[in-house]
């Protein structure tokens, strides 16, 4: 979906995760800000300088990494920076997706409006125009290590300057898979971007950073800024449909132990039961329910866990945000100075962080699944929610699929950046691996996503029996997202073709209806 209302300025300001999805995701427009401008060609005026020093300089008259001590002739720099460019291009696999490239370009183009790279302006302005036209290089699954930053899938970017390499232009990735890629020379030419030639520093400017893994933090943040929701509303939904008590999510309860994200959980979940006929509550002379399973009452506990670790990450995203990370750079007094700055550590770790948090909230949801289905948990419900238990499995499999996702969750959750491996003849002797990080986490929320949407396919197939049975009345949110999904998902009578349903329930989450649907009826935004 193409944002026609949404400009992002760069160099004025750190760009914010909202920009990075809004270029990603949504194709906006970038302007380059005048005075940013300004910065760039003041830090190339040092790096030319340096560029007719007698002296070596790293990647302005020598060679890379373990090379570094081999002097450039002058006339051979253009053909050091094009070979850096090439031989870094060394990527392999399938094809990173669209928004995840648009998203390292972005990045990139910030670090190089910062004035800190000594690239000439021509370069700012030429790959936001290759942004701005919708070309987006091919990148592969494979070749970074996330130390120096994340270096082939840059370098297969900076081939598209160069007017080398393949791109894809528009979104006919997203559209057709397999569609074929087309020559970048052949995309820059029908829109009127003038091929580079590099010069002295600039290829190393182009690959030298965390943007890749950073870009990929941005996306997956954005994701969970709506899964946490869904989350807290999927778990209501379930112990309303469990009949299971809401007196566990009382906020004083949960002011004895303060972290802010179960504060927001427990109150959304005590939102969406609010007005429920379902839920157990204490009444005189009668006994009711004490206590819900741990998957039930501990949901806030666990989903707020999830919801501050991602807080964490939040802040370490913005730190990265308004970072320049290059090697060497230009300092604001002159000095070109080598660095480590382009370390993929402090991204890394979070990445993998997350991915722990995601598969624990995937891991809770499979189990309230679960207890739908088991009639000695289930209070009342059919076999497997089956319409003839027997003749019918019902949901049975349904469970089995997210049992399956969860365990692969369970393994994706393996931190990648503890496994450094030494490159470049020992040079590059510890790397962070957050490449690797980003790729599994956005494997493991799209597996969240899935979990989820087990989980209301469950809820909403076990209100129609406790309709039937005159159980009592749901609340607002939760009958708005059970009239949600029988628009495209019909009780059945019998046991139907199940995937596509599954399918249709992970569409209701993805596009954002269930949300909808929940604060549409609640009248107010799921924190």
Known sequence: MTDNTHTVILGDAPLTRADVVAVARHDAKLELAPAALARVAASRAVIEQLADDSRPHYGVSTGFGALAKVQIPVEKRQQLQRSLIRSHAAGTGPEVEREVVRSLMLLRLQTLMTGRTGVREVVARTYAEIINAGITPVVHEYGSLGCSGDLSPLAHCALTLMGEGNVRVGAVADEDPHAPTIPAAEALADAGIEPLVLAEKEGLALINGTDGMLGMLCLALGDLDELFAVADFA??????????????????????????????SAANMAAVLADSHLVQRPREGEFTRVQDAYSLRCAPQVHGAARDTASHADRVAAVELASAVDNPVVL????????????????????????????????????????????????????????????????????????????????????????????????????????????????????????????????????????????????????????????????????????????????????????????????????
Do not use: C
Not at 238 to 248: R, Y
Not at 333 to 344: A, C, K, L, T
Not at 474 to 497: C, K, M, Y
């Open 235 to 264: 778990a209501a939904a379930s112990i309303e449909a469990l009949t299971g008590t809401d007196a566990v999510f009382q906020p004083e309860l949960h002011a004895l132990r303060p972290h802010p994200g179960q504060s927001s």
């Open 332 to 527: 604001p007094d002159g000095r070109v100075e080598s660095n480590g700055n382009f370390h993929g550590a402090p991204v890394a770790y979070v990445l993998d962080f997350l991915a722990i948090a995601v598969a624990d909230l995937a891991s809770i949801s499979e189990r309230r699944t679960d207890r739908f289905l088991d009639v000695s948990r289930s209070h009342g419900l059919p076999p497997f929610l089956a319409a003839d238990a027997g003749l019918d499995s019902g949901l049975m499999i349904a469970q089995y699929t997210a049992a399956g996702i969860v365990s692969e969750l369970k393994r994706l959750a393996v931190p990648a950046s503890v496994d450094s491996i030494p490159s470049s003849a020992m040079q590059e002797d510890h790397v962070s691996m957050g490449w690797a990080a980003a790729r599994k986490l956005r494997r493991a929320i799209d597996g969240l996503r899935r979990v989820l949407s087990i989980e209301l396919l469950t809820s909403t197939r076990a209100l129609d029996f406790r309709a039937a049975d005159g159980a009592g009345t749901p609340g607002a949110a939760t009958a708005a997202v059970h009239a949600l999904f029988r628009t495209e998902i019909p009780a059945p009578d019998t046991d139907t073709f199940l995937s596509p349903t599954i399918d249709a329930a992970v569409g209701f989450v993805a596009s954002g209806a269930v949300r909808e649907a929940a604060e549409t009826a609640l009248d107010r935004r799921l924190a």
